[in-house]
């Protein structure tokens, strides 16, 4: 008998887990006000206190956030609907300390800021980002989830979404919170295109394109058929696609003047927001192949400082310069290949590479590995005071890129190969196996489509330092000169705004710069030069421009309202441009059309 009943408890204990579930239940009685209420009811809980907060980061944003902030009247129910305590024990973290193994916890949430990181909240169109939205139970990740959406009359009512349909109408599972903060959701009128295509091993995809944007049935048709395009031209890099979930992708996209500018990759779908008006031709189409890019790079070919995903906030990372550049370099090179962008614009976006790369403090002082430590500060961070970022901080997406720049030049004339190979061979090892990656196992995948010593001197050189780059040997290779862009322009490299009438400078001035070694700051008003008064820009660059390098100008400017006095040596701009051989009638070789082929010929 006792052991009957043993294993009987045993069972009714299995059962118990199985019926563990997270559920949200999700209405907008006062949308018009930007609010929703979220019911969270967890059910089969241990029986010790229940701790259930916000998050503070998201994934694919590297900052930390205060999601908490937005969340208020919070309150506690068990089983009957009886109210029981909860105590607020943090800013986004609460404690219901005792219970019955039953949890409904209610909340209102406010958000009126639509991008890819926060949530909008509109009768017309709810934009949510999970981690922005959904309180959490912590100790419960693995646990499914559940979420049905009552959505306001006004209303359209189509949903996009990764998350799994139930068949139940507006009803969702997740397998666990991992899988649910991935799956971005937008609730209203959206204009829905869906087409279908293969992998090489002959498995179906179906991309779809989810687009919230005032734009006619023709122009949607014109712009999905550039998308179509470029899904094609990506794949390409690595000869297939991931797996997605049910064999499908989607591009959620809002694309009207009531969101916020951004683009956030998510592993089986995106989120663009564009605060412009949708046109076929726009420019959002880079932003679609960056995002693109992203579901080998960084949503499966993973950096392990973020695997998996720190929701209580934002975890450092090394390999950012990888993960964003390379990415951002890739999102140019695409557009370039499928044709969406000319060579001459092309060759703009690498010129501007190289001047990030040659000229900004960030990149002559500091490594790759430390601008992608900086991301904790700086993506899309709130700071109130100042920063020093113009004298210590490169963005890692231009210096990444720069850095794929490099590395795609250096393959292609050492080893006859592009940056695809090292793409190809990053997706075979870390990609397709999920094995996340670290910096020394990335200079071993180089190693491996090189050699030990190139991959070593590369990654010592550039990536743990920060050496200056021979663009202009590396160019030649394709057949363009690096020339001055501005050669007789001087400068004395300052920022400026006018108020009032005043010339300001508008930003830190940069080490090395004529005004920064002049002691000229931030704030400060420029009065005159060589005693001839500067009130607007024009006429500080007219007198600058009468003299020539190495000349020494008197300057008069205001510090804290006090007059002062200085002398600055002028120095030549020294930012670069790209010129094709043909302009200075240079031959070009069939080695530099091979190069210029792997970027614009196809
Ligand atoms: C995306 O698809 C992959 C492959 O099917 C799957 O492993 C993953 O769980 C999916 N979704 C999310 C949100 O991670
Ligand atoms: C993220 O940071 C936390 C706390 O610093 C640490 O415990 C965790 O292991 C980190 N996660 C990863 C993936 O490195
Ligand atoms: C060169 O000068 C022009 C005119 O001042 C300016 O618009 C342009 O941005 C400069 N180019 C570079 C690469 O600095
Ligand atoms: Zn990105």
Redesign the pocket.
Known sequence: MKKIILSCLLLCTCLAIQAQKIQYLVSFPNAIHHEAQVTLIAGNIPLQPAVFRMSRSSPGRYATHEFGKNVYDVKAYDKTGKSITINRIDGDVYEVPQHNGFVKITYTLYGNYADGTYVGIDPESIHLNMPGAFMWMKGMDNTPIGISFTIPKENKGIIATQLQPTGKPNTFTAPGLQYFMDCPTKIGNLKMKQWQTKNPDGKTFTFRLALEATATEEQVDTFTTKLKKLVEQTKAVYGEFPDYDYGMYTFIASINPYVFGDGMEHRNSTMITSGTLFSPEDRTLGVFAHEFFHCWNVERIRPKTIEPFNFEKSNMSNELWCAEGFTQYYGNLDLARAGFIDAKRYLAVL?SLI?TRTITPGCKYYSPIDASNGAVFVDAGVAVDKTNYPNMFTSYYYYGAATALALDLELQTRYHKTLDAFMQAMWKRFGKTEISYTIPLMQETLAGITDKSFAEDFFTRYIYGHEPIDYTTLLSKAGYAVQK??AS?LTLGVGLSTEDGKLLISANTQKGSPAYEAGLDIDDELLSVDNVAVKTREELVAAVNTHKAGDTINIRYKHRDIEKQTKAVLKE?T?I?LVPYEESNQPVTEEMKQIRSSWFGK
Do not use: L, V
Request: without cysteine.
């Open positions: 010129a001047n862009a501005n322009q701009s930012a441009t």
